[in-house]
C-alpha cells in the first residue's frame, strides 16, 4: 500500500527548494519579508516556515499560509535576479500540487492542518476575497481546504589562555569548476553550495525548540530565543559544540550565523577527532572581517591557519551572515572548502591527520580583560551526507 504521506513529503521537498532558491540569508528573513508583501494579508512565522519546508514534518499548510509561503519566494526570486526551481515558477503549477497533496492525505485521513499565530495575528484584514480574485482555482481550493481543515495547536572548551596563531599555508586556492589549482588569491561571488553536492540532508535546525540535541551548559552553549547561543569568555577563549548527528567523513554544512557582542569569531567544524582537546578542521569568519580554513590543535594551545583571507568585501559579522562548509575525501587527500555569502574558498590537505569526525559549531574572543566575552549567535543550521567522491 502506497503510504499516504509521499505525497506530502514531495510537496515539502519541492518549497525547500523553493526557499533556497530565494537566497534569504535565514527564515527570519523570509518571515520579515512574508508580511511585506502586497494584499497586507500578514506574514508567517519563522517556525511555520521551518515546517513548510521539512519533509519530515508531517503537517499540512492551510491554503492561506501555502499561498503567503510561495507569493513571498517567487517575490524574493525575482528581486534577486535567479531562475526558479524547474516548474517552481507558475503558481497555477503550485496550486495544483497543492491540492494532488491535499486530496492525497484526505483519502488516508492526513495531518492537520499548521495553525500559524503570525498569520491568525495579522492577516484578518486581508480578505480573502482579495486573493479569490486571481482565478477561480484558488477560490475553489481555499473553501475545499476550509471545509477539510481541523485544527490543533498541534566542549570543546580548551583550557589554554592564549591562542597561538600559527600560520601553515600548504596549498589554498579558490572553488572553481576544474580541477583545483594552487596558489591562487581570487574570490568569487557563489550561491549556496551544498545543495550542489548531491548529498543527503541529515539535520535542519532553527532552533524554535530546545530538545534537538545539543550541548547545553549555561554560559557557554544554550538556547536563546530561537537561535543557538555560543559565548567565549576570557580566561577559556574557544568554546565549541558538537552536532547532534553521527561522525561522517563526507559532510557539508550551512549556517546562518551572527556575531551578537565583544570582538572574536564565529564558525563551523568538522572531522573532529573524540574528545574535548582534539584536533578538528575549522571554517570561521572574525569579527575584523578574516575568514579561512583552519586545524583547532587545542592540545597545543594553538591554530594553524590552511588557508584565509584578510577582508571579504561587505561583511558584517554582526548581521546575518550566512557560512557553509564541506569536506571530502578526494584521492588527492581532504577537500576543504569554506563559503561565505556566497564567496568560496578552497583548501587541499594532502597529507590530512583527520579522515573523518565529529560536527559542530566554534567561536572564540580576544578579549582578555578578567569577565570579558564575545558572544556568537547560531540562527540556522542545515547538514548534509554526501556521496564519496
Not at 55 to 76: H, Q
Not at 120 to 145: K, M, N, P
Not at 251 to 272: F, K
Not at 332 to 350: C, E, P
Request: proline share 5%; hydrophobic share 35%.
Amino acid at each position: 500500500m502506497a503510504d499516504p504521506l509521499h505525497e506530502l513529503r514531495v510537496l515539502k521537498t519541492q518549497l525547500r527548494e523553493l526557499r533556497w532558491t530565494t537566497q534569504a540569508d535565514s527564515l527570519k528573513t523570509l518571515a520579515r519579508a512574508s508580511g511585506r508583501g502586497p494584499g497586507s494579508r500578514g506574514g508567517i512565522s519563522k517556525a511555520t516556515i521551518g515546517n513548510i519546508i521539512n519533509p519530515d514534518n508531517p503537517t499540512m499548510p492551510r491554503w492561506e499560509t501555502y499561498e503567503i509561503f510561495i507569493d513571498t519566494c517567487l517575490r524574493l526570486i525575482d528581486q534577486a535576479g535567479v531562475e526558479p526551481p524547474d516548474g517552481g515558477g507558475d503558481r497555477r503549477i503550485w496550486r495544483l500540487r497543492y491540492i494532488r497533496t491535499r486530496d492525497a492525505l484526505g483519502e488516508h485521513g492526513g495531518p492537520n492542518d499548521i495553525v500559524d499565530d503570525a498569520t491568525a495575528e495579522g492577516s484578518t484584514t486581508a480578505g480573502a476575497s482579495d486573493v479569490a480574485d486571481h482565478d477561480s482555482i484558488r477560490v475553489e481550493a481555499g473553501a475545499a481546504v476550509r471545509r477539510r481543515r481541523r485544527s490543533r495547536r498541534p566542549i570543546w572548551l580548551t583550557a589554554a589562555t592564549v591562542l597561538v596563531v600559527v600560520v601553515i599555508v600548504i596549498g589554498w586556492q579558490v572553488m572553481d569548476d576544474a580541477k583545483p589549482e594552487s596558489h591562487s588569491a581570487r574570490t568569487e561571488p557563489r550561491s549556496s553550495f551544498c545543495t550542489e553536492l548531491g548529498g543527503r540532508l541529515v539535520l535542519e535546525d532553527s532552533f524554535d525548540k530546545t530538545d534537538t540535541g545539543w550541548p547545553q551548559d549555561a554560559g557557554h552553549t544554550e538556547y536563546a530565543s530561537g537561535a543557538y547561543r555560543l559565548t567565549a569568555v576570557a580566561g577559556t577563549q574557544i568554546v565549541h559544540a558538537i552536532a547532534p548527528v553521527p561522525a561522517s567523513t563526507n559532510t557539508c554544512m550551512e549556517a546562518v550565523v551572527r556575531i551578537e557582542s565583544g570582538l572574536g569569531g564565529v564558525g563551523l567544524t568538522c572531522r573532529g577527532e573524540p574528545g574535548l582537546f582534539t584536533r578538528r578542521y575549522l571554517f570561521t569568519v572574525s569579527s575584523t572581517g578574516h575568514w579561512g580554513i583552519s586545524m583547532g590543535q587545542p592540545a597545543e594551545s594553538r591554530v594553524s591557519v590552511l588557508a584565509s583571507q584578510d577582508r571579504l568585501p561587505g561583511l558584517r559579522v554582526d548581521e546575518a551572515t550566512r557560512i557553509g562548509a564541506s569536506c571530502r575525501t578526494t584521492i588527492d587527500g581532504a577537500d576543504l572548502v569554506i563559503s561565505v555569502n556566497g564567496h568560496r574558498m578552497r583548501y587541499l590537505d594532502t597529507q590530512s591527520p583527520l579522515p573523518s569526525g565529529t560536527l559542530g559549531v566554534v567561536a572564540w574572543t580576544w578579549l582578555m580583560d578578567p569577565g570579558a566575552s564575545s558572544s556568537s549567535l547560531i540562527e540556522e543550521i542545515r547538514i548534509w551526507e554526501l556521496p564519496s567522491s
